[in-house]
């Protein structure tokens, strides 16, 4: 695919290794063999442009987002912490992590939005130690000396959720004053969640280890105290229930730091700690032998090693999202970009054509796609979606949904037609499908198109969104004309005179409000995605996605939900 947009015929159907193969004896911009280059018109020449634009504008707030989580607690407490000779949270997860292997950092802007810091005081992410993809958190004690707030508890049970699923061991890198006390109430009941999450893990023989770096107190002492693996840093590590304060108020007992939960007291006479470390190097050297040792395989079938780059440049995808998401774009380009040597067998491509289905290869390991190609899903796409999804599970095949939605067709005829229960096909199939999911939010992912294309709802292994993207029960607009509606019919029914005015302020305001909640920074601080990604990162993102998926065998559903006739 090239960055002509292809007509429904020429576009589907196989894409061979000899159309793919025949690109070296090919003229300037790879294509497929068949489908001759032409020349961009003026006018298409500058919307490619403006998409271009819109997008790399929105990866610089982007950008300027994340260097907020990444300042941690500001330069401040950042040069505090230095003077004590202690690393930041993401320079021992780099010391940790193999060197020159990726780590795909999770949540970074979660808590955005809020009066917590951006980031919520711990680092997430994926990471390679020792060739084993482990799930590491980092609390980041520039913040507060690390403490829990809401927004950090919310984002490591979306981590513990992603290490269930994906059988991955966890690395804690701790160093955190416990919970933020003045938000207990939101903390405490649901925290405990945390230290089950610990157990769990361990019961499923996925190993939990936790390098404790300074202190960690109250219930945090339950991180180690519930990890099967403890290492802690001599003279650094402080880890009790309660601190010589608290311990002289409840008992009147005299004591200090070292003697109450010092490293080397827990290595000698408490044996919590198994691993007495001489400094952060030798922590996290430790944590790294101790993943080396255990014997980890993953249970999932490898890939295909032998797979090829995409044709297509992924540069491209910059151009490919228009900056108005009711223009319709081809999801086949984006498609081209990135599965493996751009080969991707359409299903049903005559059939439902605004949902594009297929079957395709990325970074060796088969997927099945689900993309939305003209926004709307109508009862032949939802069919074809449903039956798309069982065969997915019927050969074990995880599904990428590719979402740009505006969600199902209304209308007479549409009612009549069946598109309730022919929706509720889609998501029934969605719901109960048991091969793994990853979603991609590229543009828009509205109403109830949100859940049939795997939404946050439906638990997919990981969603991610682009900056393009927007999420909301509706549109803006849609969503203050209902309102208006609503309330003219109300006011007519009481007999009183409707204010023009007042309705118009009343639209911009729910207009302003629902486009600043559907904003893709907006729900990654809500934590209702795994982050933000660059378009061109897409297939990386889903080449480290995918590998993690299958730690686990994949297997698909043994039966689904009743499929109303």
């Known amino acids: ?25 090919q003229e300037g911009r790879h294509r497929i063999k068949g489908r001759e280059p032409r020349e961009r018109g003026t006018s298409e020449r500058n919307q490619t442009q403006s998409n271009r634009e819109a997008m790399l504008a929105k990866l610089a707030e982007l950008e300027a987002e994340h260097a907020k989580a990444i300042a941690g607690g500001g330069e401040k407490y950042v040069e505090r912490h230095r003077k004590r000779g202690k690393l930041l949270a993401r320079e021992r997860i780099e010391l940790l992590l193999d060197p020159d292997s990726p780590f795909l950092e999770l949540s970074p802007l979660a808590a955005w939005g809020t009066d917590y810091q951006v980031g919520a005081s711990v680092v997430t992410g994926i990471g390679v130690v020792e060739g084993v993809e482990c799930m590491i958190s980092a609390s980041d004690p520039t913040v507060k000396g690390g403490a829990s707030n809401p927004w950090t508890a919310r984002k490591g049970y979306r981590a513990a959720d992603i290490a269930a699923q994906n059988r991955l061991p966890t690395i ?41 770096f300074g202190n960690s107190t109250a219930g945090g002492a339950y ?17 009790f229930l309660g601190g010589p304060p608290l311990v002289k108020m409840a008992t009147g007992e005299e004591s200090d730091d070292e003697s109450l939960g010092g490293a080397e007291m827990h290595a000698r006479t408490s044996g919590l700690a198994d691993y007495l470390a001489v400094d952060e190097l030798d922590a996290i050297r430790i944590g790294r032998r101790i993943i080396a040792r255990l014997n980890w395989r993953k249970h999932g079938p490898p890939p295909d090693p032998d797979y090829a780059e995409p044709l297509y440049d992924p540069e491209d995808l910059l151009d490919i999202v228009p900056t108005d998401l009711k223009i319709p774009f081809d999801p086949r380009e984006v498609i081209a970009r990135v599965v493996d040597g751009s080969a991707f067998d359409e299903f049903k491509p005559l059939y439902g054509t605004s949902l594009v289905t297929g079957w395709a290869r990325v970074h060796g390991y088969p997927v099945g796609i689900l993309a939305n190609a003209q926004g709307v899903l109508f009862s032949q ?7 798309f999804i069982q065969l997915a599970n019927q050969i074990d095949t995880p599904l990428l949904f590719l979402h740009n939605t505006t969600g199902y067709m209304v209308g007479k005829d549409y009612e ?17 499908s048991a091969v793994p999911h990853i979603s991609i939010l590229m543009g828009a992912s509205y109403g109830a ?3 049939g294309m795997c939404g946050r709802a439906y638990d997919p292994r990981f969603l991610f969104t682009w900056p393009s993207a927007k999420s909301a029960v509706m549109g803006p607009q849609q969503l203050a004309g209902v309102l208006s509606i609503v309330a003219r019919q109300a006011a007519a029914s009481r007999g009183q005179e409707y204010s023009e005015e007042q309705d118009a302020a009343m639209r911009a305001m729910v ?21 933000i990604i660059d378009p061109r990162d897409t297939r990386t993102v889903l080449g480290i996605c995918l590998s993690v998926i299958h730690n686990n065998p994949v297997r698909g559903a043994d039966g689904f939900g009743v499929f109303r006739m």
């Open 416 to 432: 009549q037609g069946g598109i309730i229960k022919h929706g509720a096909h889609m998501i029934n199939a969605v719901a109960n």
């Open 511 to 531: 207009e302003n409000q629902i486009e600043a909640e559907s904003l893709p920074m907006f729900l990654s601080g809500m934590v209702y995605d795994d982050g």
């Open 381 to 387: 796409e939802s069919q074809k979606a449903a039956q």
């Open 449 to 451: 198109g949100n859940y």
């Open 223 to 239: 991180l180690p105290g519930m990890s099967d693996y403890v290492v802690m840093v001599k003279e650094r590590a402080k880890v």
């Open 1 to 25: 695919m090239s960055g002509n947009q292809p007509g429904r015929e020429s576009a589907a159907g196989v894409w061979t290794d000899e159309q793919r193969s025949d690109r070296a004896a």
């Open 172 to 212: 804690h890198l701790v160093e955190s004053g416990g919970a933020d006390l003045p938000t207990q109430k939101e903390i405490f009941i649901p925290g405990g969640r945390i230290f089950r999450d610990l157990t769990k893990a361990s019961a499923a023989k996925v190993p939990t280890v936790a390098l404790v």
